[in-house]
């Protein structure tokens, strides 16, 4: 295997076979103007077109491009996650093979890099993509700063540079269920934000549906914040203040005023309200069990059906044989 490069790149595919052509002349012509030496890792998450023989004529045609390829769709997180853990350069760019992440700005994050910025995170200005999507991700990002314990910056998505000592720390965390932006944040280190326009999509469609959406955005929340568990403690306590005060009340009406309190309704929304409150409660207790179960399973993050041109590593959910 030849030397250690200077930059890597991790780019998760998962079915961007009409974009990969541009996306690979973009690359190549912005990668080229740096004069760095490179190596682009492409991570095939079980794509169902024919990204990855795209990729591979891609390979056949310049050593510096690297596959992995995985057993099925794993999901964007854990693409990341595998081409972090086989990415040997001195800085590493995590970025999306849409082209939604303009590989023009590499050489800005590379410039912030070497004035000492061990992260550099990309921040998007603005996004070209409908209301309603901008206003989820704009809540989002700002309930998950008001509560969690990390602090994650604001609109900054996966799209960053990192110096090979963060990325080291990242492979070493152990745990399975990854949300990269909040652990890059966690490892701390020197980081700075870089500004700039997301770009729509070259070609195809967004692969995160409503639904993977949320999972992303629930696993972001329980997975670094314990605030949702004092929320547990917190509504139990205003019900119990509020139950004390209401008894006190019939208390009085009984005993001083000769008054009985009547009440089916009362009795009947009370108990529908404690049943909503105490379902809820135990919903978020299971949020946090089942990441709990997850982990303590034990099995590796994601499978690995083929390396092609990087060393497997241990640990790393490689097979040996690749
Ligand atoms: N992706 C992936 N696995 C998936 C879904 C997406 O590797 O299960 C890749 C996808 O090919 C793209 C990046 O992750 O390179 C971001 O996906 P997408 O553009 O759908 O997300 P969005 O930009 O809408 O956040
Ligand atoms: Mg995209």
Redesign the pocket.
């Known amino acids: 295997m030849n030397e250690r490069p200077d930059l890597s790149l991790v780019?998760?595919?998962?079915?961007?076979e009409p974009g990969l052509p541009e996306l690979e002349r973009r690359l190549r012509a912005t990668l080229g103007e740096t004069g760095l030496a490179w190596e682009a890792i492409f991570?095939?998450?079980?794509?169902r077109d024919g990204?990855l023989s795209v990729l591979k004529d891609l390979r056949a045609k310049d050593e510096r491009i690297k596959i992995i390829d995985f057993s099925r769709?794993?999901?964007?997180q854990?693409?990341?996650s595998a081409g972090i853990d086989h990415a040997r350069g001195r800085a590493t760019v995590v970025?999306?093979?849409?082209l939604?992440d303009p590989p023009e700005v590499i050489p800005d994050l590379i410039a912030r890099w070497r004035e000492g910025f061990e992260v550099v995170y990309a921040v998007r200005a603005n996004r070209k993509?409908g209301l309603v999507?901008r206003l989820a991700y704009r809540v989002f990002y700002r309930l998950l700063k008001r509560i969690s314990n990390t602090e994650i910056p604001l609109d900054s998505?996966?799209f960053s540079l990192m110096d090979a000592r963060v990325v080291e720390r990242l492979r070493e965390l152990p745990e399975r269920n990854r949300f990269v932006r909040g652990l890059r944040a966690w490892v701390g280190f020197r980081q700075t934000s870089y500004t700039y326009d997301r770009e729509a999509?070259f070609a195809?469609?967004?692969?995160?549906g409503f639904s993977?959406?949320s999972q992303l955005a629930l696993d972001g929340l329980f997975a670094f914040s314990e605030a949702p568990l004092r929320l547990a403690t917190l509504t139990g306590l205003v019900v119990t203040l509020g139950a004390t005060l209401l008894a006190a009340w019939t208390l009085f009406k009984r005993v001083i005023q000769y008054e009985v309190v009547p009440g089916f309704a009362t009795i009947a929304i009370l108990v529908l309200f404690f049943g909503g409150v105490q379902l809820v409660t135990i919903g978020i207790l299971g949020e946090y069990i089942a990441r709990i179960y997850t982990e303590v399973k034990g099995r590796p993050p994601y499978v690995i059906r083929e390396l092609d041109g990087l060393a497997p590593r241990a640990g790393g959910g490689d097979d040996e044989a690749a």
């Open positions: 780019i998760p595919i998962y079915n961007e991570v095939n998450d079980g794509s990204s769709n794993f999901g964007h854990l693409a990341i970025m999306d093979g849409d939604q993509e999507k998505g996966d999509r195809g469609d967004p692969k995160y993977r959406l």
